[in-house]
């Protein structure tokens, strides 16, 4: 299993993709990605079945937990219960997040 990895690698590679996300650990027991939202991009995801932590690296914008708008900073972190609906969104520059599930990525 790889040991070390270089985020802004990931980063490049969803930049030049269709996707805004990329997941570079995934097993049983922890997942861990990169998450680049653009300014106006929609955040699609669905309540996942782990608990997850995100952790924002930069931007800005808003992350909905339930009904609950959170404002969103570099270097905050923030916690969603597992089957808890939430998104990203609001925001007016890149949006670059870490996060990390208690189980894999589902």
Do not use: C, W
Not at 34 to 62: A, I, M, N, R
Not at 67 to 78: F, H, L, Q, R, T
């Amino acid at each position: 299993m790889k040991l070390v990895f270089d985020v802004n690698e990931y980063i490049e590679k969803i930049r030049n993709s269709d996707n805004y996300f990329h997941t570079f650990i995934n097993n049983e027991n922890l997942a861990a990605g990169v998450l680049v939202l653009q300014p106006g991009e929609k955040d699609t995801q669905e309540p996942h079945d782990s608990d997850e932590v995100y952790f924002v690296l930069k931007g800005d914008g808003f992350l909905k937990i339930k009904d609950v708008d959170y404002s969103v900073s570099e270097n905050k972190m923030y916690f969603v219960g597992k089957k808890i609906t939430h998104f990203f969104h609001g925001n007016s520059k890149e949006l670059v997040v870490l996060y990390f599930f208690s189980g894999p990525d589902s």
